[in-house]
C-alpha cells in the first residue's frame, strides 16, 4: 500500500536517508534549509520526524548522552523499509508527472 506523503514529510525522508543512520534533528533541519532554501522550525522539523516514525517509515533510538556535564542523549532517526519503497514510490509517482511536459512548462505570458 502507497502512503501519501506530505511535501516536509518527503522532504525530511529524503534528509534522514542522505544523512545515513543516525541522523538527528538539527542535521536534518540544516539539510532541508539549505536544499529548500528556506528556514524550518526545530518544532515542525521534529513534529515531522515523529510522524514519520508513527507511519513506520523511521525509526528511532536515543542515543548515549553527550560528553558534556548534564549532556543529554539525541533522537537518531533511520529509514526503514518501508521508508525506502516510499521514497521509490514518490520518486516514480513524480518521474509519471513529469513525463511528456516538454514544451508544456516553457513560460507562458501573464
Known amino acids: 500500500m502507497t502512503q501519501t506523503l506530505g511535501r516536509l514529510e518527503l ?3 529524503l534528509a ?3 544523512l545515513g543512520d543516525g541522523a538527528y534533528g538539527l542535521p536534518v533541519r540544516q539539510d532541508l534549509s539549505d536544499r529548500a532554501g528556506r528556514d524550518y522550525s526545530v518544532g515542525a522539523i521534529y513534529t515531522t ?3 514519520l516514525e508513527t507511519k ?3 525509526t528511532s ?3 548515549d548522552p553527550l560528553p558534556v556535564r548534564g549532556g543529554r542523549s539525541r533522537r ?3 529509514v526503514t523499509g ?3 519503497r516510499a521514497i521509490r514510490d514518490a520518486q516514480q509517482e513524480a518521474a509519471a508527472m513529469w513525463a ?3 514544451s508544456a512548462i516553457r513560460t507562458r505570458p501573464t
Open 61 to 63: 533510538r536515543a542515543s
Open 49 to 51: 520526524l515523529q510522524r
Open 16 to 18: 534522514v536517508a542522505r
Open 82 to 84: 518501508a521508508g525506502a
Open 11 to 13: 522532504a525530511a525522508l
Open 56 to 58: 513506520g517509515l523511521l
Open 76 to 78: 537518531l532517526f533511520s
Open 100 to 102: 511528456g511536459m516538454g
